[in-house]
């Protein structure tokens, strides 16, 4: 403690028990509805009617008590008893359908995510309608954009008023917010007595900030920077899965990769346990399928033939032989098309890794940058593959993922993947309301991209935090990386 | 004077209608749309024909220059929008950031002067001596280095070995010092050797001789005369390379975290969000229209052998 006297954030300390957390986004706004930095909500401002259980990646109860919906259209949720907003006004049935009114309003993603019809409320108990059987309807209130805040308050976009631990005292858009504790908090007021929330982009001066003892805990300081920061006494980095998959999206579209042959040799070609070792630095989780395999629809899957002996078994079966050193069919040598994009650092790295094996078993890849993948991919068709990083099950559910890759209609369904069998089982689905039942089917729907390799997928990546262990006590890395400040942390 | 500042005015209003259209095109043409952001493809189900609604709904079907008509429209209006990602009026979130860039910017120019005077003045009065050399070798580092990268050395230094200063942030005068630092180091190399050989252009002069035959003793020479004469090509090129620093700020604003326009735009272009880009060049145009007015101005005090000229042809 005497050490840590003479560091710039000694005046924060003077506070009494406080922490200091750096996140490596920053918002100009933090109204819960439209801030897709989900502040709010990470900060301990605001909370959602539900939440996802980490420990079993299901969708558990947090504003709302207990839901029904068996029909997957009229569902009915009991609200907690006895949750008041910051401003001391009890969360009503009412409060809670003004608040989703006005997220709906503000946020057309929320609104086409949401799919209600219409809002009843009764006492504690809400009557939703939506306007289709919509059975991921609960796990969809898991989105931060659906937080539970009073709409009396005048100035959400600066001082939101919600229902979480701390309360905002003052926010600085685009560097940092400070929150307070909520003595009234429905779930044991936090011991702390406030938190600092501020924002880096720069990897490199987040890893710095927590060295210099300015800040408590940092998020995804930078890979390179690890073993320095683990090499310091006092610091502790943690890292933990995400529910993110670095994927190779394959364009059926194109001639060779038709050729489901073509595809496995493709997928047979990433050497997966190399690039997380060596691009990652081990913090990632080799991938065989979209979905972590800790989560209740993850399928078990049977080890497919790897490596560059396996490629060019697949690609012999394809009808590709080996002459002067290049793969060619019918005397046209296989050349294709990779896109890969900087936004996320380590795709392009891995596009390099995949160009250079895929030369030794003499297929050319053309490595082509670009800068907005989703555009690119939609617009133009001149491409055979492409680095993509998707999260596969945001709020616990894999309705999101498999409806936006792999369903005709989707807009991320980049391989132009139409096959009716796949579409029918996502149908299927999107239909079905029973957690079990749903669980089979997105396993079903996985095994089946597995089989047809419609995409091929290379790892989770880790999400890393940094934090100094001799003062913050009770920190957890969530996978979701939605709960962050909570009322359990504390300070030693 | 005054007709100085209309024809001024005018040249601003034509240049003003030409950036902004100039960078309009070059935003839309860009790849990329703000739809796939506000819809957040990356986390919710979306399908093609909600993005094809929602583009359509936001004009960007529109031919470019119906929406840029519209925007200057609105503009006319003193509208300037509001931000897709925020829905924040974009006028009211820039002059939010204002102030902080302005400090940034103002700090870096106060380094730069603490700098560039000193070194600048000694290398030319001390012609080849070892502070010349020291300081051309100062200034080619200055200006080889990347500042993000100078930025972060001085972070490592200041903040995490010495700990005397805040890494990032905007607490008060204390955090400014840091990133005004990183600035104004880097910017100052160019001013030294611009002074010095300015300098050395004016003590070589007739009227530096026929002070000298005066008597006047070489401080005043040197106060008086030499540096108020070589002060305008400084002062030209600093109105010149306004737009870089500007541009060196934005990567400073997001190294040290300080929440000026800089770090907004950055935001904003990654988002697409196209009314506050727009604001945003608006803006600085305006910034630059100022500056350079006053650096135009400043000759006259400065030089007043322009007054005469003016005079006289005018």
């Known amino acids: ?59 558990a109860p947090w504003l709302a008590e207990s839901w029904e919906g068996t029909d997957g259209q009229n569902w009915k949720i009991k609200l907690r008893d006895n949750v008041t907003f910051q401003n001391g006004k009890p969360m009503t049935g009412d409060a809670v359908k003004a608040s989703l009114d006005r997220a709906m309003t503000e946020s057309i993603a929320v609104k ?89 982009e720069d990897a490199n001066a987040r890893s710095l900030a927590l060295r210099s003892g300015q800040v408590d805990i940092v998020y995804r300081p930078e890979i390179e920077s690890l073993d320095t920061l683990n090499a310091e006494p006092g610091i502790k980095v943690e890292s933990t899965s995400t529910f993110r998959v670095h994927q190779l999206t394959m364009n059926m579209e194109r001639p060779a990769l038709q050729d489901v042959n073509v595809r496995r040799a493709m997928d047979a070609l990433i050497d997966r346990q190399k690039i997380v070792d060596t691009i990652l630095l081990g913090h990632g989780e080799a991938a065989t399928g979209p979905f972590l395999p800790s989560l209740p629809f993850a399928p078990t899957y049977e080890p497919s033939p790897l490596g560059a002996d396996a490629a060019v078994d697949y690609l012999q079966q394809a009808g590709y032989s080996l002459v002067n050193g290049q793969m060619q069919k019918d005397g046209k040598p296989l050349q294709l098309t990779l896109l890969t994009y900087p936004a996320r650092a380590d795709l392009p790295l891995i596009a390099q890794v995949f160009q250079s094996d895929a030369k030794k078993i003499g297929i050319q890849v053309e490595i082509r940058q670009i800068d907005t993948p989703e555009d690119y991919m939609a617009a133009n068709r001149d491409w055979d593959l492409a680095t993509y990083s998707n999260l596969t099950a945001p709020r616990g559910d894999a309705g999101y993922y498999l409806n936006a890759t792999y369903h005709p209609d989707g807009a991320l369904n980049f391989s132009g993947a139409e096959d009716p069998k796949l579409t029918a089982i996502i149908d299927q689905l999107n239909r079905t309301v029973e957690p079990e039942k749903r669980a089979v089917l997105a396993e079903r729907a996985a095994d089946y991209v597995h089989d047809n390799v419609i995409n091929s997928f290379v790892l989770h990546p880790s999400t890393i935090v940094a934090y100094n262990e001799e003062k913050v006590k009770n920190w957890i890395t969530t996978r979701s990386e939605y709960y962050m400040i909570t009322n359990k942390l504390d300070v030693m | 004077m005054g007709r100085i500042l209309i024809r001024k005015f005018l040249e601003t209003l034509g240049f003003v209608l030409f950036i902004t259209f100039i960078s309009f095109l070059f935003i839309r043409m860009a790849p990329g749309d703000p739809v796939l952001t506000i819809l957040n493809v990356d ?246 229209f100022v500056v350079n007015t006053l650096v135009d101005l400043s000759y006259r005090y400065l030089n007043p052998e322009m007054k005469l000229k003016e005079r006289k042809t005018g």
Request: charged share 15%; with cysteine.
């Open chain 1, 112 to 200: 086409n995510a949401l799919k209600i019809k219409s809002i009843q409320a009764d006492g504690n108990t809400l009557q939703i309608v939506t306007t289709q059987p919509f059975p991921e309807f609960i796990s969809e209130l898991v989105n931060p954009n659906t937080s539970i805040i009073d709409v009396t308050e005048t100035d959400v976009v600066n001082k939101p008023v919600g229902t979480g631990p701390f309360l905002l005292s003052s926010f600085t858009p685009g560097s940092k917010l400070e929150v307070k504790r909520y003595d009234g908090y429905w779930d044991g007021a936090s011991p702390l007595d406030g938190v600092t929330f501020a924002f880096n």
């Open chain 2, 43 to 288: 986390e919710l189900s979306v399908s093609q024909e909600q993005v094809e609604a929602l583009r359509e709904e936001m004009g960007f079907n529109q031919p470019l220059l119906v929406q840029y008509g519209q925007w200057l429209l609105d503009f006319v209006r003193l509208d300037f929008g509001q931000s897709y990602v925020t829905g924040q009026p974009v006028m009211k979130m820039i002059m939010g950031g204002l102030p902080a860039t302005l400090e940034l910017t103002g700090g870096a120019l106060v380094i730069m002067l603490l700098i560039a005077l000193p070194l600048g003045s000694l290398s030319a009065l001390y012609r080849n001596s070892w502070i010349d050399h020291m300081s051309r070798l100062l200034s080619i580092i200055g200006a080889a280095v990347p500042s993000f990268w100078l930025g972060l050395i001085l972070i490592d230094l200041f903040g995490v070995r010495l700990g005397w200063l805040p890494t990032m942030g905007r607490d008060g005068w204390i955090s400014l010092l840091l990133p005004s630092l990183t600035l104004g180091l880097a910017i100052s190399s160019v001013y030294v050797r611009l002074l010095r050989s300015s300098l050395l252009d004016s003590l070589g002069q007739e009227f530096v001789r026929a002070a000298r035959a005066r008597g006047y003793s070489e401080l005043r020479i040197f106060w008086v005369h030499a540096l108020r004469h070589s002060l305008p090509p400084v002062i030209t090129v600093f109105g010149v390379s306004l737009g870089s620093l500007i541009g060196g700020v934005v990567v400073i604003e997001v190294l040290f975290a300080y929440p000026g326009i800089g770090k907004l735009v950055v935001d904003s272009i990654r988002q697409r969000d196209y009314p506050l880009i727009q604001g945003y060049i608006l803006v600085m145009a305006a910034i630059v």
């Open chain 1, 1 to 59: 403690m005497l050490g840590a006297c003479s560091s710039p954030s000694s005046s924060a300390k003077e506070q009494g028990k406080h922490i200091s957390f750096l996140y490596n986004f920053s918002t100009n706004s933090l109204d819960p509805h439209v801030d897709s930095s989900y502040v709010p909500i990470r900060a301990g401002i605001t909370e959602t009617l539900v939440r996802l259980d980490e420990d079993n990646l299901t969708v």
